[in-house]
T-cell receptor
């Protein structure tokens, strides 16, 4: 199993409060991702990182920011949580992102998930 | 438009039998990868099997095999000799060469009966 941990695993917070979720990996993979999983929408990419301090937006990035100061850690911050951000958040990592020929090393391995409830 | 379509919301299978989970995809990128994941009731996402768009042979991984029909744009997962522990939600996903994200289907719930 890929060494990926997420913290906290569960969190209940109130609307308007800031929340930070942490993803930690021991695989030394360059690429890291944050997804959210919602019923009826499957998993959707929030943000991703292609190296230390290199991040970019995914398809549902509004209301979220990320930071990556070390290879092993990728933080997701909700600056001011809203009820629409109640979801299960998954971190993922991949060894590579090949464009010309997607390969097995592009496989994204997921962390255990964080269940966030915003009241 | 949906990139990944899984038309079977739920399936029942008898223990020790095989089950096929359907997945069709839509892309114009010649480079893509197809991935299947298992999500048991405990919630984690477990990678099962991968098929690359340039692969000539169908992927196999233990009791999992992928029936890849490129012209039909389908990548069906076959689970042989089903076990009770196979009861879970199964997701088909695709990564196109020109993108970072995985696009997921809606998933298929498999229930294995003893």
């Amino acid at each position: 199993d890929a060494g990926i941990t997420q913290s906290p695993r569960h969190k209940v917070t109130e609307t308007g409060t800031p929340v930070t979720l942490r993803c930690h990996q021991t695989e030394n993979h360059r690429y890291m991702y944050w997804y959210r999983q919602d019923p009826g929408h499957g998993l959707r990419l929030i943000h991703y990182s292609y190296g230390v301090k290199d991040t970019d937006k995914g398809e549902v990035s509004d209301g979220y920011s990320v930071s990556r100061s070390k290879t092993e850690d990728f933080l997701l911050t909700l600056e001011s949580a809203t009820s629409s951000q109640t979801s299960v958040y998954f971190c993922a990592i991949s060894e590579s992102v090949n464009r010309a020929q997607v390969s097995l090393t592009d496989t994204q391995y997921f962390g255990p998930g964080t269940r966030l409830t915003v009241l | 438009a949906q990139k990944i379509t899984q038309t079977q919301p739920g399936m029942f299978v008898q223990e020790k039998e095989a089950v096929t989970l359907d997945c069709t995809y839509d892309t114009s990128d010649p480079s893509y990868g197809l991935f299947w994941y298992k999500q048991p009731s405990s919630g984690e996402m477990i990678f099962l099997i991968y098929q690359g768009s340039y692969d000539q042979q169908n992927a196999t991984e233990g009791r999992y095999s992928l029936n890849f029909q490129k012209a039909r744009k389908s990548a069906n997962l076959v689970i042989s000799a089903s076990q009770l522990g196979d009861s879970a939600m199964y997701f088909c996903a695709m990564r196109e060469g020109d993108d970072y994200k995985l696009s997921f289907g809606a998933g298929t719930t498999v229930t294995v009966r003893a």
